[in-house]
Structures are given as C-alpha cells and as structure tokens.
C-alpha cells in the first residue's frame, strides 16, 4: 500500500516534467495514470482466487515483485504509449497487491479490534501519499523524471523480505474451485470498454458512434457477467454480498467520495504548476498537506466513533470533505502558501475520516469464508472510482478550457476552478446511502 500510493503521488507531481520530457500535453498524461488503474480493475477478480488458490503470502510476494519490474519499465519509458503499456503491467502487480494484504488482515483480526487495526492498516499509504509530492519534487528539481519509477525497486524488494520473514498463509483459507476463465473475460471486457470508451471521449481519436457502440458492449458485457454469475455456485465475483447494507453502503455508497479522491490528487499538482507558476517542489510541499491531514487522522478515529457512532461520523465527515473541495477551487496565485497548506490538511482529515470509517464498517458483516469476495470486490470498486475520478478531472479541464477558448496544451488557472466544484458536489451523493444506515450500526466494532 505504500508503494501503489508513493507511486501515484510522486506521478501527479511530475506529470508537467514528463510531459516535456515526451513532448506531450500534461492532461495527455492522465492516459498513464488511467491504464494502471483500468488494469488493476481488470486483474482485481482474480487475486481473490489465486490468493485462495495458490496461498496469500506467496501470491502477495509474487504481486510485489510484478510490481517492482513494471515500474523498472516505466522508468525506461521513451514515448507515452510505452509508458502506458508499462503501467499496464505495473497495474497487474498492483492488482494483487492490496486486496491481497486486506485479506490477511480481515482474516487475522477479530471484530473487536477491527477500528484499531484498520486505523494502522491506512498509516501506510498516508506516509506513502506524504512522501509521493515531496518525494516527487525533489527528484524533478535534482534529477530525472525517470527515478519516480526506479525509487520503487529498493522498496519492492524491502516489502519481499518482509513478507518473507513476517507472514504465514493462514491455515483456515478456502480451497477454491476451478476459475472462472469466461466470467473473468466478460468482466475485463466489459470494465475495459466501458472505462476506455469514457477515456477517449473529446479526444478526437475514435469516431463518436464507435465510442457508444464500445460502451454498449461493455455494459452489455457487463450485465451478463452479472446474470451468469448469478447461477453459479463459485462465481469469480459474488456480487450477492451487496446484499449486505453495511457492504453496499461501503461500495456503492462510497463510490462518488472515491471519484473525488481520485481526481483531487489528480487536478492540484497540475493547477498548482501550470496555472500557478510554482516549482514541482513547492507543488509537491503543498499538496503533502492531505497526506499528513490524513495521518492526523489516526490521532482522533477511534475517539470520534466511539463518540458519535459510524453513521454521524460519515454524514458529518462527508458534508466538511465537500465544502473542502469546493474550497480548492477558490485558491489563486495569490493566495498565501499557508492557508493552502491548512485548507489541504483539513481536506485529507475529513477525507481519511470517511476511508477508514467505510473501510472498518463495510466489512463488519461479512462472513469469514467470503472474505475473499468482499477484499477483492472492495478494490475493485476503489480503483474503478479512481479511474473515473481521473478521467473526469482531465474531462473537466479539457472542456472549461475548450470553453474559455483556451488550449488544453497550457490550461490557465481559471480552467481548474469549476472541476473542483464539480468534484466537490459529486461527494454528497453519498449522502443517499450513509442516512438510510441505522444508528447503533457497527456498535461492536470498537
């Protein structure tokens, strides 16, 4: 978890540098960042299996090192398409990665202690969020874009060792049945086309009816993994744990928060840098603010649900990370590098309130034995929402440029502005499932 969050965050913060380095637009970049979250939607549905399968600690080692080597690749990079097609392959490690490590957790950890080990289980990826933009900076302003990548070689193979030394597969783990090879291609093509298709919209590459006709095929794609899998015993995905409210209300109820969290990160070191003027290392400075505002979390989590309960916490935590949003469209290059910095670190506090709320609530009733199901439908939803996130910041820039009869090759400040309010009214959607909870809900989790 600390790998995949440095590995993005460092990226944000030196998208303008790559850009010039391939002599590509800055917003073009967004198709490296997408590909590795679109591959680690489509390989996702099978970490479950191969983790049952095969063993979760051989598995983890395995997406680790898959990892690492993608990310050697892309420091190799020469042009855009290679970097995506690298990031591709950096996404499948990735893919394992984290549900992978979820899974052991879940399976580990008794309820009781479930706040308290999900709180530590998210101080990983803070430090990694930390030290991506500072980390970014540095490494822009010193040497070459290409170390962002390489700087992740020490590490994979410091996450091998420990895992080799620290982890045992559980011995309770299921032994799956044989794996579902057409359910696994319905759901990759239709995730594939369905992403891809919203990807490529205003970028003039495929014809307009060729883009609905992808789409089409990729819902239709998609609804009959849905109706096939309802008829078996053992289906990749077990889309019949949405059945269970906490679940559904983690999943889909969390979608439109994660939507914002992926543009966000996305959106703030491109306007910091090209509407602003600032150096990558001042960029990465400032935009460090969420990451520690999310650490700063740990501090007051348990506090806070054993004060308020799961449901006000999420309702209340969702209202402040929209009106912080909404907020980082009112920075201008005058404001002072202070209070953006404090505005940014209140905005990761709320927000990492609501994760690891959602992340320790949306598991707390789901069975043991279908564990593997829920870790791996959960990053799905979360990478997915990622992606979309991406896609959209890039989506919004590119149109309120279009509008202002600016180019997207050199969006100005003004351009930024209204996709922060965009992504900050999209995150009260998830208003409509945190109110339907009850309120004593996860009282024993604490």
């Given at each position: 978890m600390f790998l995949q969050n440095l590995d993005t965050s460092v990226m944000a913060t030196a998208l303008p540098s790559i850009a010039r380095a391939l002599d590509v637009?800055?917003?073009?970049?967004?198709?490296?960042?997408?590909s590795y979250l679109l591959s680690l939607a489509v390989f996702l549905p099978m970490s479950g299996w191969l983790a049952?399968?095969?063993?979760?600690?051989?598995?983890?080692?395995?997406?680790?090192?898959?990892?690492?080597?993608?990310?050697?690749?892309?420091?190799l990079a020469q042009s855009l398409p290679q970097l995506v097609v690298f990031r591709v392959l950096q996404g499948l490690g990735g893919a394992m990665m984290l549900p992978v490590g979820r899974l052991i957790l879940l399976r580990s950890v008794p309820p009781a202690q479930m706040v308290a080990a999900m709180v530590w289980f998210t101080v990983p990826p803070a430090f990694g969020r930390l030290a991506g933009p500072l980390v970014g900076g540095i490494i822009v302003t010193l040497t070459s874009w290409r170390w962002i990548f390489l700087i992740n070689i020490p590490f994979g193979l410091l996450a091998i060792a420990g895992a080799m030394y620290f982890l045992d597969d559980l011995p309770d783990e299921p032994r799956p049945g044989a794996f579902d090879f057409p359910g696994f291609v319905l759901l990759a093509f239709g995730l594939t086309a369905l992403l891809g298709s919203l990807e490529l919209v205003g970028k003039s590459i495929v014809p307009t009816p060729a883009l609905w006709a992808m789409a089409g095929l990729g819902a239709l794609a998609a609804l009959v993994y849905h109706l096939r899998s309802r008829n078996r015993a053992e289906p990749l995905i077990d889309l019949s744990i949405l059945r269970f409210p906490t679940f559904r209300a983690s999943i889909i109820g969390g979608m439109p928060l994660r939507i914002a969290i992926g543009a966000s990160?996305?959106?703030?070191?491109?306007?910091?840098?090209?509407?602003?003027?600032?150096?990558?290392?001042?960029?990465?400075?400032l935009t460090m603010a969420t990451a520690l505002g999310s650490l700063a979390t740990r501090a007051v989590m348990t506090w806070a649900i054993r004060t308020i309960g799961f449901r006000s916490l999420l309702i209340g935590a969702t209202c402040l990370t929209c009106v912080c949003y909404v907020s980082y469209g009112s920075f201008r290059p005058s404001t002072p590098h202070v209070q953006i910095f404090i505005t940014l670190l209140l905005g990761g506090l709320v927000n990492s309130m609501v994760m690891v709320a959602l992340q320790t609530l949306g598991f707390s009733q789901i069975p043991k034995p279908r564990m593997s199901h829920a870790a791996t439908l959960n990053s799905m939803a979360q990478q997915l929402s990622l992606s979309l996130g991406v896609t959209l910041g890039a989506s919004l820039v590119t149109l309120v440029a279009w509008t202002n009869g600016g180019s997207a090759q050199q969006p100005s400040a003004e351009d930024f502005y209204p996709a922060f309010g965009v992504v900050g009214a999209i995150t009260l959607f998830s208003l409509f499932f945190f109110i339907r909870l009850s309120r004593d809900e996860g009282a024993g989790l604490h």
């Amino acid at each position: 978890m600390f790998l995949q969050n440095l590995d993005t965050s460092v990226m944000a913060t030196a998208l303008p540098s790559i850009a010039r380095a391939l002599d590509v637009q800055a917003l073009q970049l967004n198709l490296a960042i997408t590909s590795y979250l679109l591959s680690l939607a489509v390989f996702l549905p099978m970490s479950g299996w191969l983790a049952d399968r095969f063993g979760a600690k051989r598995i983890f080692c395995v997406a680790v090192a898959a990892f690492s080597l993608g990310s050697t690749l892309c420091g190799l990079a020469q042009s855009l398409p290679q970097l995506v097609v690298f990031r591709v392959l950096q996404g499948l490690g990735g893919a394992m990665m984290l549900p992978v490590g979820r899974l052991i957790l879940l399976r580990s950890v008794p309820p009781a202690q479930m706040v308290a080990a999900m709180v530590w289980f998210t101080v990983p990826p803070a430090f990694g969020r930390l030290a991506g933009p500072l980390v970014g900076g540095i490494i822009v302003t010193l040497t070459s874009w290409r170390w962002i990548f390489l700087i992740n070689i020490p590490f994979g193979l410091l996450a091998i060792a420990g895992a080799m030394y620290f982890l045992d597969d559980l011995p309770d783990e299921p032994r799956p049945g044989a794996f579902d090879f057409p359910g696994f291609v319905l759901l990759a093509f239709g995730l594939t086309a369905l992403l891809g298709s919203l990807e490529l919209v205003g970028k003039s590459i495929v014809p307009t009816p060729a883009l609905w006709a992808m789409a089409g095929l990729g819902a239709l794609a998609a609804l009959v993994y849905h109706l096939r899998s309802r008829n078996r015993a053992e289906p990749l995905i077990d889309l019949s744990i949405l059945r269970f409210p906490t679940f559904r209300a983690s999943i889909i109820g969390g979608m439109p928060l994660r939507i914002a969290i992926g543009a966000s990160p996305f959106l703030l070191p491109l306007m910091l840098q090209l509407g602003f003027g600032l150096s990558a290392l001042t960029s990465g400075a400032l935009t460090m603010a969420t990451a520690l505002g999310s650490l700063a979390t740990r501090a007051v989590m348990t506090w806070a649900i054993r004060t308020i309960g799961f449901r006000s916490l999420l309702i209340g935590a969702t209202c402040l990370t929209c009106v912080c949003y909404v907020s980082y469209g009112s920075f201008r290059p005058s404001t002072p590098h202070v209070q953006i910095f404090i505005t940014l670190l209140l905005g990761g506090l709320v927000n990492s309130m609501v994760m690891v709320a959602l992340q320790t609530l949306g598991f707390s009733q789901i069975p043991k034995p279908r564990m593997s199901h829920a870790a791996t439908l959960n990053s799905m939803a979360q990478q997915l929402s990622l992606s979309l996130g991406v896609t959209l910041g890039a989506s919004l820039v590119t149109l309120v440029a279009w509008t202002n009869g600016g180019s997207a090759q050199q969006p100005s400040a003004e351009d930024f502005y209204p996709a922060f309010g965009v992504v900050g009214a999209i995150t009260l959607f998830s208003l409509f499932f945190f109110i339907r909870l009850s309120r004593d809900e996860g009282a024993g989790l604490h």
